[in-house]
C-alpha cells in the first residue's frame, strides 16, 4: 500500500505557464517533504523541500505548498521552462527518519 | 566532483547467476541506500546502511544482500536473480542517517534478468 501517492503520471504544460504537481500522503507521522527531479539516465537530483510546520517553501520559480490536515503537498513552477520537463518525484520522510519514501512519480513536459 | 557512482550502467543476466552492483561515494556520507525503481511503484527501498558495519532492511529486501566494510562503498549482491528482479536500481548516499538530509543519487544500473 503506497503511503506516497502522486495520482496524476503525467503533466503537460505551456512553456511560460504555470506547473502544479500534487501529492498525497496517508501516514500522518510523515514530518518532512522533498521534491526530487529525474531527468532520462540519470539519478534523482533533489529540487525542494518542506518541514511539516511550515505550509510554503519557495526557492526561485520553485514553491512547496503542504497542508497538513488534507494530507496534501502541492509543487508550483513559475514560469515553466523547457528544461524542467523530468520526471518529478515527491518523498516523505519515513517516521523513522532513516528513509525517504517516494511517490510513484509525475512526467513534466513543458511544450515551448 | 562529489558523486555516487555505480557500476555498471546496464546488465543483462540470466537467471541464477550471481551478480554483484558497486556503489560507491566520494563525500564521506555515513549514510547509504539502494533503491528499485520500478513503472507505477517508484522508488522503493532495499536495504540501508546508517554507518560501517551497520546494514538494515529496507521495504522490499528480498533476493538482496548487501555489505559495509568501508564507508565508501556499499555493494548490492544478488545471489540468485530472477526475472521479477528485473529493474532500475538507484544507490543513494547522505552526509547523516536522517532522511532530512536529502540524498545524493547515483545514475542508476538498468538490470535485465532473463
Known amino acids: 500500500d503506497q503511503q506516497v501517492k502522486q495520482n496524476s503520471p503525467s503533466l503537460s504544460v505551456q512553456e511560460g505557464r504555470i506547473s502544479i504537481l500534487n501529492c498525497d500522503y496517508t501516514?500522518?507521522?510523515?514530518?518532512?517533504f522533498l521534491w526530487y527531479k529525474k531527468y532520462p539516465a540519470e539519478g534523482p537530483t533533489f529540487l525542494i523541500s518542506i518541514s511539516s510546520i511550515k505550509d510554503k517553501n519557495e526557492d526561485g520559480r520553485f514553491t512547496v505548498f503542504l497542508n497538513k490536515s488534507a494530507k496534501h503537498l502541492s509543487l508550483h513552477i513559475v514560469p515553466s521552462q523547457p528544461g524542467d520537463s523530468a520526471v518529478y518525484f515527491c518523498?516523505?520522510?519515513?517516521?523513522?527518519?532513516?528513509?525517504?519514501?517516494f511517490g510513484a512519480g509525475t512526467i513534466l513536459r513543458v511544450k515551448s | 566532483e562529489a558523486q555516487v557512482t555505480q557500476n555498471p550502467r546496464y546488465l543483462i543476466t540470466v537467471t541464477g547467476k550471481k551478480l554483484t552492483v558497486t556503489c560507491s561515494q566520494n563525500?564521506?556520507?555515513?549514510?547509504m541506500s539502494w533503491y528499485r525503481q520500478d513503472p507505477g511503484l517508484g522508488l522503493r527501498q532495499i536495504y540501508y546502511?546508517?554507518?560501517?558495519?551497520?546494514?538494515d532492511k529496507g521495504d522490499v529486501p528480498e533476493g538482496y544482500k548487501v555489505s559495509r566494510k568501508e564507508k565508501r562503498n556499499f555493494p548490492l549482491i544478488l545471489e540468485s536473480p530472477s526475472p521479477n528482479q528485473t529493474s532500475l536500481y538507484f544507490c543513494?548516499?547522505?552526509?547523516?542517517?536522517?532522511?532530512?538530509?536529502?540524498?545524493?543519487f547515483g545514475s542508476g544500473t538498468r538490470l535485465t534478468v532473463v
Open positions: 563525500m564521506n556520507h555515513e549514510y
Open positions: 546502511s546508517m554507518n560501517v558495519e551497520v546494514t
Open positions: 518523498a516523505a520522510r519515513g517516521e523513522y527518519g532513516n528513509k525517504l519514501v
Open positions: 543513494a548516499s547522505s552526509l547523516k542517517g536522517d532522511a532530512a538530509y536529502g540524498y545524493t
Open positions: 501516514n500522518s507521522m510523515f514530518d518532512y
